[in-house]
């Protein structure tokens, strides 16, 4: 089945009756298409769906004159390149940790460290002025620009660079005790 300019146009526009069209045209192609490469049937389901969250999610990008096809396929492979890749790394995560017992306790320390450092910056961001705290959320935790952020809460741009400039000296200031610990503990 052959998609048209026009219904590209209507996903593009978030038209999920549209969408569901193209669906039903190239999910069994690419779920095939997957399955070709990996050999699992689940994995090319997950796959497939993979692709199709993500052709929805950069639907804007789509273009009536340029081979959707072609687009779609790229994704694929894309997906199934990331799945080896994945899985190549797990295999040898766990080969690691299979190994040697001590990467274990390694793991868990690691773990046990992430979250005392995340203690730390939660107790200096309470701290900060509020202000200074909404404007490192802002920028750490909803990744918004130093300009989204200004434009936002009504500040100039030097504004918001000066109070995530403070935030960033308090959290190290804070961390450097800590760090300079656990640079010792791990040299042992």
């Not at 038209?15 to 090319?44: H, Q």
């Not at 900060?128 to 100039?156: H, V």
Request: glycine share 2%; no cysteine.
């Amino acid at each position: 089945m052959q998609i048209t300019s026009q219904q590209i146009e209507e996903i593009r526009a978030g038209k999920i009756k549209a969408f569901e069209v193209l669906f039903k045209a190239y999910y069994p192609r690419v779920k095939d298409f997957a399955f070709g490469m990996i050999k699992n049937r689940y994995e090319a389901e997950e796959i497939a769906q993979n692709v199709f969250l993500k052709l929805w999610a950069s639907r804007e990008k789509l273009l009536p004159d340029h081979s959707l096809s072609s687009y779609i396929f790229t994704i694929v492979q894309n997906e199934v390149y990331d799945f080896f890749r994945d899985k190549h790394y797990s295999l040898g995560y766990q080969e690691r940790l299979l190994s040697s017992p001590q990467n274990l306790q390694y793991e868990i320390d690691s773990e046990y460290n992430i979250k005392e450092i995340k203690e730390i910056v939660n107790r200096t961001l309470e701290d900060m002025p509020q202000q200074r705290r909404t404007i490192y959320k802002m920028s750490r935790e909803q990744f918004l620009s130093n300009d989204e952020i200004a434009q936002t809460l009504g500040l100039s741009k030097r504004t918001v660079e000066k109070h995530i400039s403070l935030a960033l000296a308090s959290i190290k200031k804070n961390l450097g005790d800590f760090l300079f610990w656990l640079f010792i503990f791990f040299i042992q």
